[in-house]
């Protein structure tokens, strides 16, 4: 599968974006899929996950009740709605999908995702 990542952008802090991850070449359905982020200097980080049906989420603490995934395998399209944007959430996004694992402990590991879009830069001014 193919990822097409956009929606990044600059916005001051306490802004809202929202994310596009639009797949291509597969059956979108079959694969888990994610956010992760990579501020300048810093590791990857894992953002928030989603199950195959979307009837499951999981996201890191940093972004909990601010940042939303979301999925609609009809348009083969996953979503990130970031809210209350901090200068800390300054980095490129990436969407990633997952054809291998299940179980949820196993969403927030990168070396699980078998695919990777091309990222996308969010950048919140202070």
């Known amino acids: 599968v193919q990822l097409q990542a956009s929606g990044g952008g600059l916005v001051q802090t306490g802004g809202s974006l929202r994310l596009s991850c639009a797949g291509s070449?597969?059956?979108?359905?079959?694969?888990?899929m994610a956010w992760f982020r990579q501020a300048l200097g810093k590791e990857r980080e894992f953002v928030a996950g989603?199950?195959?049906?979307?009837?499951?989420?999981t996201s890191a603490d940093s972004v909990k009740d601010r940042f939303t995934i979301s999925r609609d395998n009809a348009k083969s399209t996953v979503y990130l709605q970031m809210n209350s944007l901090k200068p800390d959430d300054t980095a490129v996004y990436y969407c990633?999908?997952?054809?291998?694992?299940?179980?949820?402990?196993?969403?927030?590991?990168?070396?699980?995702?078998?695919?990777w879009g091309q990222g996308t830069q969010v950048t919140v001014s202070s």
């Open positions: 990633a999908a997952d054809s291998r694992t299940w179980i949820i402990s196993a969403m927030p590991d990168k070396n699980n995702y078998d695919y």
């Open positions: 070449g597969g059956d979108f359905s079959i694969y888990r």
């Open positions: 989603i199950t195959r049906r979307g009837d499951s989420t």
